[in-house]
Nanobody, 126 residues
């Protein structure tokens, strides 16, 4: 049984930073791409970033490029999301997701990911 457990999110002021982590179990973590996807109230899921199984490949949504960094530690079966220069529009529930083994053009499609965490709230206030 695959489980993804995100760390607690939090509330920060504009311009602040926050680091999320997600611990995986029940699947050979090092074989699969991982992603972070967010959903704001009343909006569709939005792809944030993804990382390849070996950490070599990363991909970011334009909205977070240069501010967010995804990383992974396969020895700890954990993926991280470092969020800097946070903006109010970053407010959302953040989900980590486990996907496929292949790095392909659909990497930014949330439907690419079969397993999801429970989500963690990030709130950015001005």
């Amino acid at each position: 049984q695959v489980q993804l457990v995100e760390s607690e999110g939090g509330s920060v002021q504009v311009g602040g930073s926050l680091r999320l982590s997600c611990v995986a179990s029940g699947r050979t973590f090092s074989r699969y791409n991982m992603a972070w996807v967010r959903q704001a109230p009343g909006k569709d899921r939005e792809f944030v970033t993804a990382i390849s199984w070996n950490g070599v490949g990363t991909y970011y949504a334009d909205s977070v490029k240069g501010r967010f960094t995804i990383s992974r530690d396969n020895t700890k079966e954990t993926v991280y999301l470092q969020m800097n220069s946070l903006k109010p529009e970053d407010t959302a529930v953040y989900y980590c997701a486990s996907g496929q083994t292949a790095w392909r053009s659909s990497i930014a499609d949330p439907d690419e990911y079969a397993y999801w965490g429970q989500g963690t709230q990030v709130t950015v206030s001005s």
